[in-house]
């Protein structure tokens, strides 16, 4: 005999507990829109679940076991919120998997079967029962006669090309790569992702001081001489693949080290002698040995961008591609920081810089147009700069900030659609859509076994994705229910263009004061009421 409990994605359902949520089982979204739900179970003796779905609405539907992943280190103790589920390293659900098999259940343990409705059907009513063991229970989804517009954030979750060749033990940008690779862009870009982090050279991030992460580098480098020459033969076969899969804007790795600026990237290449007519391939020519000030690697950059540009021109991308300084630099950064964004701005005409910064002096005297803040730093930047960007990470954790922490309740992932919307937001970024390393990159981890990174951060940080069988990518529950987020987002950017905005703030802060990055009603029931009162104003309008 089976026990169930119906649920919206917004539930995490644990092994050892019966969910406290009101039961769920209607559930509404605008044409085009993925909708996601639960079916929580329980069962009195150990037995193999068989899951069947029917009804009009299953040929829409695709099914997926929640599974369980070890936390070592779930938060940061004191210095996190109370807004956590848990905070004791344990099991956390996360992990959907494909439910074309029957799970094993065992008896007085809970368990979750994931259903994604996802369809190009019109508008109208779609039943849908799902049945385990023969036993029954029905949902009901709603598509309203409305289309979900068209996603104008640029949304970047930065994919480390480093994770896909480590875990599948193949060479990086050789042909079982590639193919693997594709499978993994596909996915990122099927979530919202439409911003893609392109690794130009290895990617100086998150990496440990005199230290490396496995080379991942696109463009190909030759010097003779004084002069260097560069192979731009993987970075055009890069865009053609991002281009077929929809991309539609690009941001060319870091051209300097984290937290500082003060080095180069590893930079690999070929040195030619021209009187001996010999070569050594794949010296590595730059690197944290770099002085990011000296001379030849300013004047690489030089050559290096005279180059890039009209190849980017070529490609037809270069007016869809953004330039970085250094990741995270901090105030007493500024003045390295001026120098190195002056001199790019210089040798990259036209091509827009963003940087993940959260000082708004560094905007306040010119070193960048675009910065993108954390989401608990938003103050002085609202208002003041054009284009309003955010993002979150290991330290967003202490306020009530949205972030995706396993231990923390879905409505702190999806409330950031609702902040991105009230603010607008141009952009959001967030660094681990698959860094499947320790903290510094120091060894390659099992995502499926170490979720903190190595004990470096709160488990959900560093990926949303798990690599499956045969190259095929297997989604977090996070992912899922930050694409919902993304999906308030449209829909409200809907609504405004029928009522206006004002009108569209009204109804999301019907009843409270405010929604703020920090200050929101701490709930799933209150986050599904809000799209509730959405959906049924653009039926109205």
């Given at each position: 005999?089976?026990?169930?409990?119906?649920?919206?994605?917004?539930?995490?359902?644990?092994?050892?507990?019966?969910?406290?949520?009101?039961?769920?089982?209607?559930?509404?979204?605008?044409?085009?829109?993925?909708?996601?739900?639960?079916?929580?179970?329980?069962?009195?003796?150990?037995?193999?679940?068989?899951?069947?779905?029917?009804?009009?609405?299953?040929?829409?539907?695709?099914?997926?076991?929640?599974?369980?992943?070890?936390?070592?280190?779930?938060?940061?103790?004191?210095?996190?919120?109370?807004?956590?589920?848990?905070?004791?390293?344990?099991?956390?659900?996360?992990?959907?998997r494909?439910?074309?098999?029957?799970?094993?259940?065992k008896?007085?343990?809970?368990?979750?079967?994931?259903?994604?409705?996802?369809?190009?059907?019109?508008?109208?009513?779609?039943?849908?029962?799902?049945?385990?063991?023969?036993q029954?229970?029905?949902?009901?989804?709603?598509k309203?006669?409305?289309?979900?517009?068209?996603?104008?954030?640029?949304?970047?979750?930065?994919?480390?090309?480093?994770?896909?060749a480590?875990?599948?033990?193949?060479?990086?940008?050789?042909?079982?790569?590639?193919?693997?690779?594709?499978?993994?862009?596909q996915?990122?870009?099927?979530?919202?992702?439409n911003?893609?982090?392109?690794?130009?050279?290895?990617?100086?991030?998150?990496?440990?001081?005199?230290?490396?992460?496995?080379?991942?580098?696109?463009?190909?480098?030759?010097?003779?001489?004084?002069?260097?020459?560069?192979?731009?033969?993987?970075?055009e076969?890069?865009?053609?693949?991002?281009?077929?899969?929809?991309?539609?804007?690009?941001?060319?790795?870091?051209?300097?080290?984290?937290?500082g600026?003060?080095?180069?990237?590893?930079?690999?290449?070929?040195?030619?002698?021209?009187?001996?007519?010999?070569?050594?391939?794949?010296?590595?020519?730059?690197?944290?040995?770099?002085?990011?000030d000296?001379?030849?690697?300013?004047?690489?950059?030089?050559?290096?961008?005279?180059?890039?540009?009209?190849?980017?021109?070529?490609?037809?991308?270069?007016?869809r591609?953004?330039?970085?300084?250094?990741?995270?630099?901090?105030?007493?950064?500024?003045?390295?920081?001026?120098?190195?964004?002056?001199f790019?701005?210089?040798?990259?005409?036209?091509?827009?810089m963003?940087?993940?910064?959260?000082?708004?002096?560094?905007?306040?005297?010119?070193?960048?147009?675009?910065?993108?803040?954390?989401?608990?730093?938003?103050?002085?930047?609202?208002?003041?700069?054009?284009?309003l960007?955010?993002?979150?990470?290991?330290?967003?954790?202490?306020?009530?900030?949205?972030?995706?922490?396993?231990?923390?309740?879905?409505?702190?992932?999806?409330v950031?659609?609702?902040?991105?919307?009230?603010?607008?937001?141009?952009?959001?970024?967030h660094?681990?859509?698959?860094?499947?390393?320790?903290?510094?990159?120091?060894?390659?981890?099992?995502?499926?076994?170490?979720?903190?990174?190595?004990?470096?951060?709160?488990?959900?940080?560093?990926?949303?994705?798990y690599?499956?069988?045969?190259?095929?990518?297997?989604?977090?529950?996070r992912?899922?229910?930050?694409?919902?987020?993304?999906?308030?987002?449209?829909?409200?950017?809907?609504?405004?263009?029928?009522?206006?905005?004002?009108?569209?703030?009204?109804?999301?802060?019907?009843?409270?004061?405010?929604?703020?990055?920090?200050?929101y009603?701490?709930?799933?029931?209150?986050?599904?009421?809000?799209?509730e009162?959405?959906?049924?104003?653009?039926?109205?309008?």
């Amino acid at each position: 005999m089976l026990e169930f409990v119906p649920l919206s994605s917004l539930e995490k359902v644990f092994s050892d507990e019966r969910p406290a949520a009101k039961p769920t089982q209607r559930f509404s979204g605008l044409v085009g829109e993925v909708i996601s739900f639960q079916l929580a179970f329980r069962s009195d003796c150990d037995t193999d679940i068989v899951p069947q779905i029917t009804g009009p609405g299953a040929v829409c539907c695709t099914a997926f076991w929640v599974e369980e992943i070890p936390s070592g280190n779930p938060c940061y103790g004191d210095d996190s919120d109370e807004h956590f589920l848990r905070r004791t390293p344990g099991l956390y659900p996360d992990l959907l998997r494909p439910a074309t098999a029957p799970m094993q259940a065992k008896a007085g343990l809970w368990h979750s079967l994931w259903v994604e409705f996802n369809c190009d059907c019109g508008a109208g009513d779609y039943d849908v029962t799902v049945s385990l063991n023969g036993q029954t229970q029905d949902f009901s989804i709603t598509k309203i006669p409305a289309e979900l517009p068209a996603q104008t954030l640029l949304y970047t979750n930065w994919f480390h090309c480093d994770a896909p060749a480590n875990y599948y033990g193949v060479e990086a940008f050789g042909e079982e790569y590639w193919a693997i690779l594709e499978k993994h862009l596909q996915c990122a870009y099927d979530h919202g992702v439409n911003f893609i982090l392109t690794p130009l050279f290895t990617p100086p991030l998150d990496t440990q001081i005199n230290g490396e992460r496995l080379t991942t580098q696109l463009v190909g480098v030759t010097k003779t001489g004084d002069s260097y020459s560069f192979d731009f033969t993987l970075l055009e076969r890069w865009f053609k693949l991002c281009e077929g899969i929809g991309f539609v804007a690009y941001e060319l790795s870091h051209l300097y080290t984290q937290w500082g600026a003060a080095h180069a990237p590893k930079i690999l290449y070929d040195a030619y002698d021209s009187e001996s007519r010999s070569g050594e391939p794949h010296r590595r020519c730059f690197g944290w040995e770099t002085d990011a000030d000296g001379p030849e690697y300013m004047d690489f950059l030089a050559q290096f961008a005279a180059a890039l540009l009209p190849f980017l021109e070529q490609q037809g991308v270069k007016e869809r591609c953004y330039i970085h300084v250094s990741d995270e630099p901090s105030l007493p950064h500024l003045e390295t920081y001026a120098r190195h964004s002056a001199f790019l701005k210089k040798i990259f005409p036209g091509l827009p810089m963003i940087d993940a910064l959260s000082d708004y002096a560094f905007y306040e005297h010119g070193h960048i147009e675009r910065p993108i803040p954390a989401n608990d730093h938003m103050e002085p930047f609202i208002g003041n700069v054009p284009e309003l960007w955010t993002y979150y990470c290991c330290s967003q954790c202490r306020s009530g900030e949205s972030n995706r922490f396993f231990a923390m309740p879905s409505w702190r992932n999806r409330v950031i659609g609702l902040q991105l919307w009230k603010f607008r937001c141009v952009g959001f970024l967030h660094w681990g859509f698959n860094f499947w390393n320790s903290q510094f990159s120091i060894a390659p981890i099992d995502p499926f076994k170490v979720s903190d990174a190595g004990g470096g951060f709160a488990s959900g940080d560093s990926y949303v994705i798990y690599p499956g069988e045969n190259g095929e990518p297997l989604c977090s529950l996070r992912l899922k229910v930050f694409r919902e987020a993304l999906q308030d987002l449209q829909a409200l950017q809907l609504l405004e263009q029928r009522i206006g905005y004002d009108a569209t703030l009204a109804i999301v802060e019907q009843g409270i004061d405010a929604v703020t990055f920090t200050e929101y009603p701490r709930s799933a029931e209150w986050l599904l009421e809000v799209r509730e009162r959405v959906n049924k104003a653009l039926c109205q309008s």
